[in-house]
């Protein structure tokens, strides 16, 4: 079974400028979620879906951050613009329904110069 | 909170030897989830054990869950260096995980 994929594994960016990372979760799973990991602490949630519909966004910066996930399958998240405080890595997990277990991807580790 | 905070920060032994974690938390929960992440990498979910269940085993790994006193232990007996991570706990409650910020695991040769 294949696994979370995210792209890019990897960015560095300026602060202000854009950015958009994308999640393909397992297939058949319904629920999607973003985590921001910063160095030094476990991940925090940032936005939860279930299948094209957000579940909780209560931590999601939503002046300078924005997901979707239109066909309720895959996701993209943006930072626009961002801070040096958004360098951390982006974790994107997706699970079979709410209160399953959660299947994490390889991450997208930012660095904001 | 719900958050679990997971101690020691930091826990260094010899392979071979047993290491243990302990998470503790606030609130009520429906399960509790334990997960590993080696460096630069993503989370690995290990094992979930639920409200009603005290204790679970899978391989070397052994979970334990108080409720009565908001608090688990993930033990790893006959440690090996691929067990050096960082392991995280996650208590859950309706629907969110919501992670401490682990226990960094060193396994030394």
């Known amino acids: 079974e294949a696994g979370v994929a995210q792209s890019p594994r990897y960015k560095i960016i300026e602060k202000r400028q854009s950015v958009a990372f994308w999640c393909n979760p397992i297939?058949?799973?319904?629920?999607l979620y973003w985590y921001q990991q910063i160095l030094g602490q476990g991940p925090k949630l940032l936005i939860q879906f279930q299948n094209n519909g957000v579940v909780d966004d209560s931590q999601l910066p939503k002046d300078r951050f924005s997901a979707e996930r239109l066909k309720g399958v895959d996701s993209t998240l943006k930072i626009q613009p961002a801070k040096l405080e958004d360098s951390a890595v982006y974790l994107c997990a997706s699970s079979l329904g709410q209160g399953a277990d959660q299947y994490f991807g390889p991450g997208t580790r930012l660095l904001v110069l | 909170s719900q958050q679990g905070e997971e101690d020691p920060q930091a826990l260094s032994i010899q392979e071979g030897e047993n290491a243990t974690m302990n998470c503790s938390y606030k609130t009520s929960i429906n399960n509790l989830q334990w997960y590993r992440q080696n460096s630069g990498r993503g989370l690995v979910h290990l094992i979930l054990i639920r409200s009603n269940e005290r204790e679970k085993h899978s391989g070397r790994l052994r979970v334990t869950l108080d409720t009565s006193k908001k608090s688990s232990s993930l033990l790893i007996t006959a440690s090996r260096a691929a067990d050096t991570a960082s392991y995280f706990c996650?208590?859950?409650?309706?629907?969110?995980?919501?992670f401490g910020q682990g226990t960094r695991l060193t396994i030394n040769p």
């Open positions: 996650a208590p859950q409650g309706a629907q969110k995980l919501v």
């Open positions: 297939s058949g799973h319904a629920t």
